[in-house]
């Protein structure tokens, strides 16, 4: 629920002190991290998880430990490999391979295809487990001491989630949210996303109000609230972006790639 990195610090940094030196790697493969999902024929970057016992360097093999138990380190994955993992943790722990058709209709409207879930495979966890992550994700969005409790209050949608800020080397940390609905709806299936904003800062920020918008368009056909960079929904505040990009008089601002620009198009 706090997202406190010192608390899974210490899961690694213990685990490589009893001698479990690839547990936390091993759990992570088991969730899809690091492989290819399977989606379809398209071109797939696989990601990396590796092995902190492996590390030829004496002083290595632990510091890697103790940060890949937070995600960081060189551990690489991609947006869809945690949208599947979070679809997982909704639907009761399978792990499925994305499809991007479920049926092909005729003019008329009739069904000529359609195509079955497929099971990559299952979470190696018991239910008892699923369901305390279950759990401590319904508190990051739903208890006042939740790192995205603000952006979802007062929020009428069922919504399990988890912030996340990555930091790396080019610049700002990238923004990360992920999460499933639980609205149980016959004529709506409920849905997992995730979500990263390169190069913006903490994910409760900036891609937990993208991973809400969704949602609400989703479920009630509209955006339903406006955020602070916003004067109305889909429009941007001017001064609200003039202040966060105001330095100093003695500093110019560095030149940016395109990793850092977001670009909005205002609605109609």
Known sequence: MRS????????????????????????ARDFGLGSPTGIEELPEEKGLISDPGNSTAQSEPLTNAVQQAIGQSDTLITP?????????????????KPQLIERIENT???????????????LPISEDTLIAIQSAM????????????????????VIYGKTGTAQNSTGDPHAWFIGFTNQNREDLPDIAIAVI????????EWAAPIFLRLVEVYFTGQPVRTYPWETQIGILDEEFFAEEEELPEDETPEEEGTNGEVVVTPEP
């Not at 790192?147 to 979802?152: E, K, L, S």
């Not at 904003?197 to 409760?204: A, I, K, T």
């Open 4 to 27: 406190c990195n010192p608390w899974f610090y210490e899961i690694g940094f213990s685990l490589y002190g009893a001698g479990e030196y690839n547990l936390v790697a091993e759990m």
């Open 108 to 122: 008329s409207g009739q069904t000529t295809a359609s195509f079955e879930p497929i099971i990559n495979s299952k």
């Open 197 to 204: 904003v390169e190069n913006q800062g903490d994910g409760s």
């Open 138 to 157: 319904r508190m990051v969005v739903n208890n006042p001491r939740g790192t995205a409790y603000r952006t979802f209050a007062n929020n009428s949608i």
């Open 80 to 96: 869809l490999q945690a949208a599947v993992y979070t679809a997982a943790m909704g639907n009761g722990g399978t792990l499925y």
